[in-house]
């Protein structure tokens, strides 16, 4: 009797952390997020969903957009010059250094790559991928630094579903 009270007390401890600690992470990803309005200058590609999270490691918006036929058809956004090419940061500042080499990633549901950059307060992460030689670009930017959890809330806001209903609807020329 003692050995399986022991257990069950062991077993309802493990599931009140799993329910403390990691459901508030994952939800995290899709809640506190608003829609907002395309903040971007225009250039030669249309305009795409932004959204902003306030209370997300102290602020942070994510700016998401498809660029059609504007990817290596071959191997997609696979390395540090493709993922510039490609990217935004230079719609949200003039004047931008990259904090070293981008990193592999899954990028809505597609192999792409995460780099960061810096200007002054500003800290930027361009998340892309390529898929049928589309772009899936999202711009995350904060005046904070942009660590780990705000990738991943990034990431994780990326594999909503209305997030790849429109890259779908885009690709498809919806």
Same mark, same amino acid.
């Given at each position: 009797?003692?050995?399986?009270? !022991?257990?069950?007390? !062991? ?28 903040? =971007? ?7 795409? +969903?932004?959204? $902003? ?6 602020? =942070? ?18 390395? $540090?010059?493709? +993922?510039? #090419? ?16 981008? !990193? ?22 361009? =998340? ?7 772009? +899936? ?5 904060? #005046? ?13 806001? =990326? ?16």
């Amino acid at each position: 009797m003692r050995l399986v009270r !022991s257990f069950i007390t !062991s077993a309802v401890a493990t599931l009140w952390v799993a329910a403390v600690v990691c459901v508030p992470v994952s939800a995290q990803g899709q809640e506190g997020w608003e829609p907002m309005r395309w903040p =971007l200058l225009r250039d030669g590609w249309p305009n795409g +969903i932004a959204f $902003d999270c306030p209370n997300c490691v102290g602020g =942070l918006s994510l700016y998401v957009r498809v660029k059609v036929g504007f990817c290596d058809c071959s191997q997609g956004v696979s390395n $540090d010059d493709e +993922i510039d #090419r490609v990217g935004d940061v230079d719609l949200v500042v003039s004047e931008f250094e990259p904090e070293g080499v981008g !990193s592999i990633e899954q990028i809505a549901g597609v192999r792409g790559r995460i780099r960061l950059y810096r200007s002054g307060e500003r800290r930027i992460a361009t =998340l892309a991928a390529g898929r049928d030689c589309n772009a +899936i670009v999202a711009t995350a930017v904060s #005046r904070n630094e942009i660590g780990p959890e705000a990738i991943a809330m990034s990431l994780a806001r =990326l594999s909503g579903p209305d997030i790849l209903r429109f890259i779908d609807n885009k690709m498809s020329g919806r």
